[in-house]
């Protein structure tokens, strides 16, 4: 990896270094007593910027954040990225005491996550999730599209009874028009929504929300134009590497993705959150059945029906019941009555009787050893995450189908790590430890992909060179110069993160564990003069 030492930031006096001093003069008159160096690290681009740091102040031990300074860092920014023409960047700007200082830019392969600088080798890479492994719904279509039809004008019918007045709804859309879209999604409509569509576009703008649980129908443009937002997954490595779906209710209806290209909106709450026909459910599911999918459904969609037939189905019925209001002229429905289902989430201290539902644990801020004994009445836990918190056995994991474990170990033992011998689910690890740790029995799990060492003892870290299908490795910048010094890389990492080190120190290394085509921008210089 090459070295650009700031002409590419347009120099000293050009708007970089302009904005690079009212950035280092802010820091510097802000500064608590005593402090020997600042940091500040920024995400730039797309319009947005977001910075984190503090300062660095011996022998105290409180946290010394940087003043608030969005306009001078968010003009750095903006004039880095133009200067060095990468759409988005990550900088980090060092100083000290004395004025000097030193800015280091390169393009968004690094980013900073969990106070530690992460790079990604390969930007096309995904890892897999659960639901791409579940078995295929083999079910017909539930949906009837004559049934669909008569059911809707009997629900406009009743709406205006009701009302005292009909609602207006646009023209249908023509079957070019249904053909077109359908050809820009690259999948058919199922057969009673299409059916919709040629009764009418979606719904006129004045009357929205015709009582879809509190969703818009949507127009065949909208539909389209919204149609690649639900094939999203999880964003990035920071948040996505340990993270997973839960499965919805009924179980094994709905394949556990974060999104998924056969998912179709067709209603709306203009937030990001969609109702949407699902074309390739999971074995208990039937295609077109309706699920909500979208921004706050990343941990698991939701299930409403087995098609649109049926959904308005239960329109028909929640009308019947008389669940609804009027409410400024425009009737509104309830939310949709699923079945009672208990808790899938347990958040803080681990109850003595914790209720089978639960799929994912947060165990926080516990004084003692956690008796993790209690989980095993959860026969669907799939995350288990122990924060600011430890335990001493984790023998109860080794009959529960966890996929993501994060634990801190009070014994390191030789045989602590016995109970993931050979476990099946794992696919993500984080460990920490005070004693040093045998990691051997990670030569047995076969899909670990994902694992987290920073903050273990590792009697021997060799180890993880065996580890073929290990896509992403954080680990300590010593620990990663053994594994080099050692020739112990895992082969098929996609992203690591390596924790202690600087910007520069981590692309430094990053470029020993594979070849980077970039190069660093760089500035230096003291407050009353810029250099180059």
């Known amino acids: 990896m090459g070295e650009n030492t700031g002409a590419g930031l347009g120099g000293p006096a050009g708007p970089v270094g302009q904005a690079l001093r009212s950035v280092v003069e802010t820091i510097v008159a802000k500064a608590p007593a005593g402090w020997s160096e600042a940091t500040l690290t920024c995400t730039a681009g797309g319009g947005g910027h977001s910075f984190s740091g503090g300062y660095a102040v011996p022998d105290s031990l409180s946290a010394h954040h940087l003043p608030v300074m969005f306009a001078e860092v968010g003009g750095l920014g903006k004039t880095v990225v133009a200067a060095s023409g990468w759409e988005r960047v990550t900088l980090e700007v060092r100083c000290r005491p004395s004025g000097t200082h030193e800015l280091v830019v390169f393009p968004d392969i690094v980013s900073l996550e969990s106070g530690a600088y992460q790079i990604v080798f390969d930007a096309d890479f995904r890892l897999p999730e659960a639901g791409d492994l579940q078995e295929a719904g083999t079910a017909a279509p539930a949906g009837d599209p004559e049934l669909a039809v008569a059911r809707f004008h009997e629900y406009m019918r009743r709406r205006a009874d009701i009302l005292g007045r009909p609602e207006p709804l646009p023209p249908p859309a023509s079957e070019a028009e249904i053909v077109e879209a359908e050809r820009r999604i690259g999948r058919p ?3 009673d929504l299409r059916a919709l569509y040629s009764i009418a576009d979606g719904e006129a703008v004045d009357y929205r929300y015709l009582g879809l649980f ?19 997954r999880l964003p990035g490595w920071g948040i996505g590497w340990d993270a997973v779906v839960e499965d919805c209710d009924p179980p094994e209806t709905v394949r556990r993705c974060s999104g998924h290209p056969d998912r ?5 709450r203009e937030d990001g959150n969609y109702l949407a026909v699902d ?14 999918a979208g921004r706050d459904f990343h941990d698991g969609a939701g299930y409403y029906a087995d098609s649109v037939t049926s959904l308005l189905g239960g329109l028909l019925e929640m009308l019947d019941a008389g669940a609804y209001e009027i409410r400024d002229g425009f009737l509104v429905l309830g939310y949709y009555p699923h079945p009672p289902s208990g808790p899938t989430k347990s958040v803080g201290q681990l109850p003595g009787e ?10 926080n801020n516990a004084e003692r050893p956690i008796d993790l004994a209690p989980l095993a009445a959860c026969p669907n836990l799939r995350l288990l995450h122990l924060n600011r918190c430890s335990t001493s056995d984790l ?12 634990a801190t170990l009070t014994d390191a033992r030789s045989d602590a790590l016995a109970p993931l011998e050979g476990h099946r689910y794992l696919s993500a690890l984080e460990l920490a430890t005070e004693d040093e740790i045998d990691i051997a029995i990670l030569r047995t799990m076969p899909n670990l992909r994902g694992l ?12 993880v060179a065996d580890l073929r299908e290990l896509r992403f490795l954080v680990l300590q910048d010593r620990q990663w110069e053994l594994l080099l010094e050692r020739d112990c890389v895992p082969p098929a990492l996609a992203a690591a993160r390596i924790a202690g080190a600087s910007l520069a120190e981590t692309m430094a290394l ?9 190069e660093p921008l760089r500035l230096t210089g003291k407050l009353d003069e810029l250099i180059e």
């Open 189 to 191: 409509l199922p057969a």
């Open 214 to 232: 509190r969703y818009g129908w949507m127009s065949l443009k909208d539909l389209v134009d919204s149609y690649p937002f639900l094939a999203l």
């Open 264 to 268: 179709v909106p067709f209603g709306t």
């Open 279 to 292: 074309l390739a459910p999971a074995r208990n599911g039937r295609p077109g059945q309706v699920i909500a």
């Open 354 to 363: 914790i209720p089978a539902s639960v799929q994912i644990a947060h165990i």
């Open 395 to 406: 023998s109860v994991i080794r009959k529960l189908p966890v996929e993501s474990l994060r």
């Open 452 to 463: 987290d060492l920073s903050r273990a003892v590792v009697r021997d870290l060799t180890v």
């Open 510 to 518: 990053a470029s020993r564990l594979q070849p980077l085509e970039v």
